[in-house]
């Protein structure tokens, strides 16, 4: 392919397609979202107020599920769905290693033991067959992790908890406003569980979620995400002595979100359709340029699965370029596009290894960590940025491919 000057990359020499700096993820805040805080700092409640219920009536009505409960952030979601499950010692859970460590930790707090099943080599989701290979008669749950923010395989993993008595989560931090066979995430599995951090597509600064068909187990969330503690007399083992009785019941945790950020997160919640519009145009844009390019891949598209994506993940195809996933990440950082490695495998971590896990465990996703980079993605990405994206990749790509 010639070169023409300009398609010389800023790291050989060239112009960087853009002089300020694009990050892979921002969140999006408007007057609404402003007006939502302010109303709720001049109101009685700074916590444990009216805006609490709203907002999980709120995740109820937007996931589909008859129950949510609102947590601190995604990590005590996942925590607290494990307490629900009922994980203890020696329960072993089975999780993907192509995820944010919490996945996994939240086993690790409950004293059992994470075992990572491999990934579809396509979606990068956990693949079925791999956690089936997984299963001994210490399994108890397993936490499906919609990665980007595209459904697992929710028809085979059921299947699976079902044949084998387990508890099915879906670790949805990346997958609010996505519908797996016509139906939200959120109302499908055992226990679904959020995260609304800012890279989010919703966000409150901090905050997490539970939604759950099941009256049993959101008792149970109920309970470990509010100190163990009920004032439900119907849940009491002793006669209340007084109005302000109230018992605890487990040991539980201080979960709650607060009032500030529930009121931000409804406004949020209010703009859902039109940030998961925008993120499926950009990635519209991104699979139809970059599938043009033989020196990367895209992430194959689930058909069940209508997905309001979180991150978008560029694969490199390691044969067609003279560089390796390092040097693309510095190429596409000289021309101001500031990417991120979504995700390291959670077994890699000295913490995983002092544990006694080793490389090797699953082969497909240690290949993908080697090969991808996540480029910007978020609602408040003008046209051009999104340009600015492709052209880069283009340069790079046709520079550096070879054939
Ligand atoms: C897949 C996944 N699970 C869990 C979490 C934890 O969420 P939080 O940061 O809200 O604790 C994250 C957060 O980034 C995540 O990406």
Redesign the pocket.
């Given at each position: 392919m010639k070169k023409e000057a300009n398609e010389i990359p800023a790291i050989a020499g060239g112009t960087p397609v853009r002089e300020k700096k694009i990050f892979y993820g921002h969140q999006y805040l408007d007057e609404a979202d402003y007006r939502a805080v302010l109303d709720v700092l001049k109101s009685e409640s700074l916590t444990c107020g009216p805006k609490i219920g709203e907002l999980e009536e709120k995740l109820c009505r937007v996931t589909g599920a008859k129950y949510a409960v609102s947590v601190s952030?995604?990590?005590?979601?996942?925590h607290v769905a494990c307490l629900a499950a009922g994980i203890g010692p020696g329960d072993e859970v089975i999780t993907s290693p192509i995820?944010?460590a919490?996945?996994a930790n939240c086993v690790l707090y409950c004293q059992g033991r994470p075992v990572f099943a491999d990934i579809d080599d396509r979606t990068y989701n956990i693949d079925p067959e791999s956690v089936r290979s997984r299963i001994t008669e210490k399994t108890k749950a397993v936490i499906g992790?919609d990665?980007t923010g595209q459904s697992v395989n929710l028809k085979e993993l059921r299947k699976i908890c079902e044949e084998h008595h387990l508890t099915l989560i879906t670790?949805s931090?990346?997958s609010m406003g996505t519908i797996y066979d016509g139906k939200p995430t959120g109302s499908i599995a055992d226990m679904t569980?959020f995260?609304?951090?800012p890279?989010?597509t919703v966000t409150c600064g901090?905050?997490?979620a539970v939604t759950t068909n099941d009256e049993r187990l959101y008792q149970r969330l109920l309970l470990f995400s509010r100190h163990g503690i009920t004032r439900d007399r119907s849940l009491m083992e002793n006669e209340p002595d007084g109005p302000w009785y109230y018992e605890q019941l487990e040991l539980g945790y201080n979960y709650r979100l607060t009032e500030i950020q529930a009121a931000l997160l409804i406004s949020q919640l209010d703009k859902l359709d039109r940030f998961a519009a925008r993120r499926k145009e950009i990635v519209r844009r991104y699979n139809e340029a970059f599938s043009r390019i033989p020196q990367v891949r895209v992430q194959e598209e689930v058909e069940e699965s209508d997905t309001v994506r979180h991150l978008y993940i560029l694969r490199l195809v390691p044969k067609r370029l003279k560089i390796d996933r390092r040097e693309f990440f510095a190429a596409l950082e000289a021309e101001n596009i500031c990417c991120n490695v979504h995700y390291i495998p959670t077994y890699y971590f000295p913490y995983y290894r002092k544990l006694g896990y080793q490389k090797g465990l699953c082969p497909r996703a240690e290949k993908l960590y080697d090969e991808m980079l996540t480029l910007p993605l978020y609602y408040g990405m003008s046209d051009g940025d999104v340009e600015d994206v492709i052209r880069a990749v283009r340069r790079i790509a046709a520079y550096y491919g070879k054939d």
């Open positions: 952030n995604g990590t005590a979601a996942l995820t944010f919490a996945s992790v990665y670790d931090a990346h569980t995260s609304f951090h890279v989010k901090e905050g997490g």
